[in-house]
């Protein structure tokens, strides 16, 4: 019995050992030939590479259509004060057409292996947040994608309404302003935060992370100096980088 059980702690010791970080492709795999920030072929290139999973920014245009871009404003023109004509033909740096996440989510259904890193921008108007909330939660279940998608947001009234819509789902929160504890009192499963938090700023939840069962990622990581200290603690779970294949090679070492 005694044997067993050292059998088992040994087990256990050398399989958490081994516990890496997973990668997420921050805006996608961008930084290479015929790519561009949260492109298609970002999402592509994310799973040609075996990344873990591909972060994206949606926004919603004034006319209920879901896009894929980072910013609130494309070329001056703000998408939530716009109808989708007005920003439909507009080119990403790769030549591609802005895509919509209808676009996006279809790519993804052909790449099986991939998790979707779903980040909900903050906008201007609280219901135009909500509004992107539903039609995204519509479209990602009417997809089929529910159990490859993990949600984000700087927004918390984003958070807590996709928590409230998808109670099983992950969703994390990237303000960096609350707690593990206060992130688990809310109903959410992570904290998603600046790398500054975890380094100086509060680095002390990570082991509150550990302690609830709160996931954590940490964004956004491109220095090789910092992949290589955040992939040796064990109490990180997800890094979100620009170089997702130096990270893998990191891992790999
Ligand atoms: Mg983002």
Same mark, same amino acid.
């Given at each position: ?39 298609? @072929?970002? !999402?592509?290139? &994310? ?5 873990? $999973?591909? =972060?994206?920014?949606?926004? +919603?245009?004034?006319? %209920? ?98 928590? @409230?819509? !998808?109670?099983? &789902? ?5 303000? $960096?302003? =609350?707690?593990?504890?206060? +992130?688990?009192?809310? %109903? ?66």
């Amino acid at each position: 019995m005694k044997n067993n059980i050292l059998l088992f702690v040994a087990l256990f010791v050398s399989l958490s050992a081994f516990a890496q970080p997973k990668v997420v492709a921050h805006r996608g795999y961008w930084d290479c030939e015929g790519s561009a920030q949260n492109s298609i @072929k970002a !999402l592509e290139m &994310a799973a040609e590479i075996g990344a873990y $999973g591909s =972060e994206f920014d949606v926004n +919603i245009t004034s006319d %209920g259509v879901l896009v894929v871009n980072h910013d609130a404003t494309i070329n001056g023109i703000c998408i939530e004060d716009n109808p989708y004509s007005s920003i439909k033909d507009i080119k990403l740096k790769n030549g591609e057409t802005l895509p919509t996440l209808a676009q996006y989510l279809e790519t993804a259904i052909r790449l099986p292996g991939i998790q979707l890193i779903f980040e909900i921008k903050g906008h201007k108007l609280p219901e135009n947040e909500d509004r992107c909330v539903d039609a995204s939660v519509a479209m990602v279940k009417n997809m089929g994608l529910q159990d490859r998608t993990e949600w984000i947001s700087f927004s918390m009234r984003v958070c807590e309404r996709l928590h @409230k819509l !998808l109670p099983d &789902a992950k969703v994390a929160y990237l303000n $960096g302003t =609350e707690s593990p504890l206060q +992130i688990k009192e809310r %109903g959410l499963t992570g904290v998603d935060y600046n790398q500054s938090i975890f380094t100086s700023k509060n680095p002390e939840w990570l082991d509150e992370a550990r302690q609830h069962g709160i996931e954590t990622n940490v964004w956004t990581v491109d220095k090789e100096e910092l992949l290589r200290q955040f992939a040796k603690d064990k109490r990180i779970d997800i890094i979100t980088t620009n170089k997702p294949v130096l990270l893998q090679q990191i891992i790999k070492e």
